[in-house]
């Protein structure tokens, strides 16, 4: 089932991004992948685990940093796959997690579109 821990696992790389109702060029990654587990992930050397909301609409994910710049926050999502696409929306704010695939001018929402590469 698409959405689980099991097919959310793998190397995943951004193929695009938005920030604040913005372009944000995947270059400012510094050639950072999203690296999930079953249950941890590692993000450009940023470390920590992840909780799964999938019986909500849209799923939903809370990243738990554990190292690097958000260590000890919880960073609010929400995620869709399909096949080798992931995407996730990040509230990087203190606002509410976001409610749609998009990132409103002004706002601290981090929209990216990954790639699975394993």
């Not at 959310?8 to 995947?26: C, D, N, S, T």
């Not at 079953?38 to 909780?51: A, L, R, V």
């Amino acid at each position: 089932m698409e959405g689980t821990r099991a097919s959310l696992a793998g190397i995943w790389v951004p193929q695009k991004a938005e920030a604040g109702g913005r372009a944000f060029p995947v270059s400012e990654f510094d050639g950072a992948v999203l690296k999930l587990t079953t249950n941890t992930y590692d993000f450009g050397g940023e470390k920590g685990t992840y909780e799964l909301l999938p019986q909500e609409s849209p799923r939903q994910m809370d990243f738990v940093g554990e190292s690097g710049p958000n260590g000890g926050r919880t960073i609010q999502a929400i995620y869709e796959l399909k096949g080798d696409t992931l995407v996730i929306c990040y509230q990087l704010g203190k606002g509410d997690r976001p409610a749609r695939f998009e990132s409103a001018t002004g706002s601290r929402v981090l929209l990216v579109h990954y790639h699975r590469k394993l």
